[in-house]
């Protein structure tokens, strides 16, 4: 299996086998990722010995995220399996970094995963101790996100963690230490458990908001 991020500030590939690492790497990035993507891939490949046609399925984060790393990941992955006639699959990223906190950590806590949208209001969800989502996905300031937790020891993650933690105030509230992005070789074992979820179609990108970019109006037409 091959596994790719690059909903966020990272550029990651992983190649995942049986349960096993065969190779991974990872790279910060803001932007960039359509021009690093494709020569990682390949060094990931060929580290491990492999080709791209020994890959059986794909799998992707498929968001939230930066609009333009969401869909070079998603387009990257949908090219790669049409041409080796592989299905492929999307992974959350919210649920692919809760998923890196360990077990025995989130015992008796909820886990609050907390994105930079790249404006005030961060992408936000939250988990149950089992990874189950308490309540859907949203978007709002760190200083009002005290209304949607339970009352619970909560564990915070993500690369929005520290900016939401300092500003909500939060006593039952902590940094979990862990990652603050997804690892593609987390991404490959979620996908690898869903592997029934896969499918020959593109996974479709998750949004909470709509593009800052919009088309313009029509042309209006010249009257002669």
Do not use: K
């Not at 990874?131 to 993650?157: D, F, I, K, N, Q």
Request: overall charge neutral; charged content about 20%; hydrophobic content about 45%.
């Amino acid at each position: 299996m091959l596994a790719v991020d690059t909903a966020a500030d990272a550029c990651s590939v992983a190649l995942w086998q049986d349960g096993q690492t065969l190779h991974s790497v990872s790279q910060r990035m803001r932007h960039g990722h359509a021009e690093a993507l494709v020569p990682m891939v390949c060094t990931t490949v060929g580290s491990a010995g492999r080709t791209l046609e020994s890959i059986d399925l794909f799998a992707v984060t498929v968001g939230p995220g930066a609009f333009t790393g969401l869909r070079v990941g998603i387009a990257a992955v949908a090219g790669m399996a049409l041409a080796g006639d592989r299905p492929t699959i999307g992974i959350c990223s919210f649920l692919a970094i809760a998923a890196a906190i360990p077990m025995e950590m989130r015992a008796n806590h909820d886990v609050l995963i907390a994105l930079d949208s790249r404006r005030a209001e961060p992408y936000l969800q939250l988990f149950d101790q089992a990874l189950e989502p308490v309540g859907p996905p949203w978007s709002e300031p760190p200083e009002t996100v005290s209304g949607h937790l339970r009352g619970r020891p909560t564990l915070v993650a993500g690369n929005a963690a520290r900016r939401l933690h300092a500003a909500a105030r939060i006593d039952d509230l902590r940094i979990a230490a862990t990652g603050d992005l997804a690892d593609p070789v987390i991404v490959a074992s979620l996908a690898a458990a869903r592997s029934d979820q896969a499918r020959r179609e593109p996974p479709a990108p998750r949004y909470l908001r709509p593009p800052d970019a919009r088309l313009p109006p029509p042309a209006r037409g010249i009257r002669l």
